[in-house]
């Protein structure tokens, strides 16, 4: 279920601590024999799709199919539909969206429920002022009771 819904994604895009985090524990060279496949399967994923780190500081991405962007959100998402098209997924962190929430960029939310509760941290969704209205649109069961939800935006 993970990572089924990767399968029509043409792009992902990290903050720059997201993007680095990410490489040291996600690209293929981070596997090791005896690794679930699971995480073999979403490695080979992360090293073929095409990666944009958002950095005003970082310089090489050094991570293959990867490169560097900055400059507005909403004008890099603009760039990269309008260049690729496809399925452009947000991979965080957490102030990136945030970001997006805020300023209602998304066209689509996956909001995955865990049958734990745990952890630490900020949260995506903080005061809201406005509405964010959301239409439903699929919900997916995990074998362990964790489901996925799937949202569109309403405009
Ligand atoms: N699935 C998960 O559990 C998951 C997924 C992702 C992240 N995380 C966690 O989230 C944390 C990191 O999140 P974070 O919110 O602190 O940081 P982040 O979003 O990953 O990275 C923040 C950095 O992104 C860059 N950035 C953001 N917007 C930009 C823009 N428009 N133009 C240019 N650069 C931009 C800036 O880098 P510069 O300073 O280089 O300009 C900024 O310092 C980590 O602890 C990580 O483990 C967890």
């Not at 792009?11 to 720059?16: A, H, L, N, Q, S």
């Not at 958002?54 to 990867?66: F, Q, R, T």
């Not at 490169?67 to 539909?81: E, N, P, T, V, Y």
Request: include cysteine.
């Amino acid at each position: 279920m993970w990572i089924s819904r990767y399968d029509d994604v043409s792009t992902v895009i990290m903050g720059r601590r997201s993007f680095l985090g990410h490489r040291r524990v996600w690209s293929g060279k981070a596997r090791r024999p005896g690794d679930p496949k699971f995480q073999f399967d979403y490695s080979h994923f992360l090293d073929r799709v095409d990666k944009v780190c958002l950095s005003h500081k970082l310089k090489d991405p050094a991570w293959e199919n990867s490169r560097i962007m900055k400059g507005d959100l909403a004008q890099i998402l603009a760039d990269l539909r309008r260049e690729k098209g496809g399925n452009i997924i947000l991979e965080g962190g957490p102030r990136l969206v945030q970001e997006v929430l805020k300023r209602r960029l998304a066209d689509d939310y996956w909001f995955f429920v865990m049958p734990v509760v745990y952890g630490k941290g900020p949260r995506y969704w903080g005061s809201m002022k406005d509405q964010n209205t959301l239409k439903f649109l699929e919900l997916k069961h995990g074998e362990d009771g964790e489901l996925l939800l799937h949202y569109e935006a309403v405009r």
